[in-house]
């Protein structure tokens, strides 16, 4: 190679020829032929980390609300499932005994059913467990109901063949009344 010379350069120097590559080439040329080599500085780096923790805690961020709300949905749903089993019972009874309808409790045959006059006004407490059980303690119930019966249904003559019936399911049981949440299921029931 004539006319050739090397120059000394921090990557162990390039053999080159006069005139075939402009100075900054000729000076400091790595071996793989590119100025520099591809890399992220720390200052990307630092940047990709910080947008990666913002939408990290952003996401854990939501995971008490969407707790939160699957379970109240889950008590909601439990509420409405209690009070149809005890709309169940009196509806089932009520043609054969409608002053005496038996709501029956868990669990099954211990204690006594709850006797439930439909020909009265009157109200009557149960408690539930966290499977929608009716009992009448309110040791490790969860939802605390009260059944209100009125006799006095608009439409119907004789109170003692109607009965207006309200469920009131609350929850937690054992919270005073202020801090619960509650819901009231209505149902007419009659004796024919």
């Given at each position: 190679m004539?006319n050739?010379?090397?120059?000394?350069c921090?990557?162990?120097?390039?053999?080159?020829?006069?005139?075939?590559?402009?100075r900054?080439?000729?000076?400091?040329?790595?071996?793989?032929?590119?100025?520099?080599?591809a890399?992220?500085?720390?200052l990307?780096?630092?940047?990709?980390?910080?947008?990666?923790?913002?939408?990290v805690?952003?996401?854990?961020?939501?995971?008490?609300?969407?707790?939160q709300?699957?379970?109240s949905?889950?008590?909601?749903?439990?509420?409405?499932?209690?009070?149809?089993?005890?709309?169940?019972?009196l509806?089932a009874?009520?043609?054969?005994?409608?002053?005496?309808?038996?709501?029956?409790?868990?669990?099954?045959?211990?204690?006594?059913?709850?006797?439930?006059?439909?020909?009265?006004?009157?109200?009557?407490?149960?408690y539930?467990?966290?499977?929608?059980?009716?009992?009448n303690?309110?040791?490790?119930?969860?939802?605390?109901?009260?059944?209100?019966?009125?006799?006095?249904?608009?439409?119907f003559?004789?109170?003692?063949?109607?009965?207006a019936?309200?469920?009131?399911?609350?929850?937690?049981?054992?919270?005073?009344?202020?801090?619960?949440?509650?819901?009231?299921?209505?149902r007419i029931?009659?004796?024919?």
């Open positions: 004539k050739s010379i090397v120059l000394g921090s990557h162990g120097g390039l053999a080159n020829t006069f005139g075939a590559a402009s900054p080439d000729i000076l400091c040329r790595p071996q793989g032929g590119s100025y520099r080599k890399a992220f500085s720390l990307e780096v630092v940047i990709a980390l910080g947008v990666i923790t913002v939408g805690v952003g996401v854990l961020a939501v995971f008490p609300a969407a707790l709300t699957g379970h949905a889950q008590d909601e749903t439990r509420a409405a499932h209690i009070a149809q089993s005890v709309f169940g019972s509806v009874q009520a043609p054969s005994q409608f002053n005496n309808v038996q709501v029956p409790l868990y669990p099954l045959p211990s204690p006594s059913p709850t006797p439930i006059d439909l020909r009265t006004s009157s109200s009557y407490a149960l539930a467990n966290d499977g929608g059980q009716l009992t303690s309110a040791t490790n119930a969860s939802y605390a109901i009260t059944i209100f019966t009125n006799n006095a249904v608009p439409g003559t004789d109170p003692a063949s109607a009965n019936v309200t469920v009131r399911v609350a929850w937690p049981a054992n919270a005073p009344a202020a801090n619960q949440t509650f819901r009231d299921y209505v029931i009659s004796k024919y």
